[in-house]
């Protein structure tokens, strides 16, 4: 049975080391038969979560008129959701987390998934990804039947296309290739 693939590319940069290892996973995905979009958030208004609470009160509907519902709408329809962020400060950057708080309008719809995430580091140690992969993790047992099925670690990488010849890349292809 094909999938549906939502990648959520949080990369500031186009083309940027966790961005191409997005197009990696598409590519993956696609070459196995399943359907993928690369969403790219740095096109996207996502407005931060302002904590009001109106969504639990309305039905589930934010009151910010941006372009989340329509990033929800792709999050909920996916069978597969692999997030992709470049390491800031040793956790992921601000455009990833603002998307996951603004999935509290919905976040108990989000279900029966596998969850995938990217990461790319300057920092050549694993270690240095340790609160962004926290961080995944916290909002994936927010949800019910959600299943982290792996994690893409593209260390030791900076300037915009230096993860290209790095094991990541084959790692990104082989996972989009088993969704």
Same mark, same amino acid.
């Given at each position: 049975?094909?999938? $549906?693939?939502?990648?959520?590319?949080? *990369?500031?940069?186009?083309?940027?080391? *966790?961005?191409?290892?997005?197009?990696?996973?598409?590519?993956?995905?696609?070459?196995?038969? $399943?359907?993928?979009?690369?969403?790219?958030?740095?096109? @996207?208004?996502? $407005?931060?979560?302002?904590?009001?609470?109106?969504?639990?009160? $309305?039905?589930?509907?934010?009151?910010?008129?941006?372009?989340?519902?329509?990033?929800?709408? =792709?999050?909920?329809?996916?069978?597969?959701?692999?997030?992709?962020?470049?390491? &800031?400060? &040793?956790?992921?950057?601000?455009?990833?987390?603002?998307?996951?708080?603004?999935?509290?309008? @919905?976040?108990?719809?989000?279900?029966?998934?596998?969850?995938?995430?990217?990461?790319?580091?300057?920092?050549?140690? =694993?270690?240095?990804?340790?609160?962004?992969?926290?961080?995944?993790?916290?909002?994936?047992?927010?949800?019910?039947?959600?299943?982290?099925?792996?994690?893409? &670690?593209?260390?030791?990488?900076?300037?915009?296309?230096?993860?290209?010849? @790095?094991?990541?890349?084959?790692?990104?292809?082989?996972?989009? @290739? *088993?969704?």
């Amino acid at each position: 049975m094909n999938k $549906n693939v939502l990648v959520l590319s949080a *990369s500031p940069r186009k083309g940027g080391n *966790s961005d191409t290892l997005c197009d990696q996973f598409v590519r993956g995905a696609r070459d196995a038969g $399943n359907e993928a979009e690369k969403v790219f958030l740095r096109e @996207k208004k996502i $407005n931060y979560c302002l904590g009001c609470g109106s969504c639990q009160s $309305n039905g589930g509907i934010c009151v910010q008129k941006d372009d989340m519902d329509e990033v929800l709408e =792709k999050m909920l329809r996916a069978d597969v959701l692999v997030m992709a962020t470049p390491i &800031y400060f &040793y956790s992921m950057n601000a455009q990833l987390k603002t998307l996951i708080d603004r999935t509290c309008c @919905k976040y108990t719809m989000l279900r029966d998934k596998k969850a995938y995430l990217i990461a790319t580091s300057a920092d050549s140690r =694993k270690e240095s990804m340790d609160a962004a992969v926290a961080g995944f993790r916290g909002f994936l047992a927010c949800l019910d039947d959600v299943e982290e099925a792996g994690i893409i &670690y593209g260390t030791g990488v900076h300037e915009k296309g230096e993860v290209r010849g @790095k094991e990541a890349m084959e790692t990104a292809y082989e996972m989009g @290739k *088993s969704v």
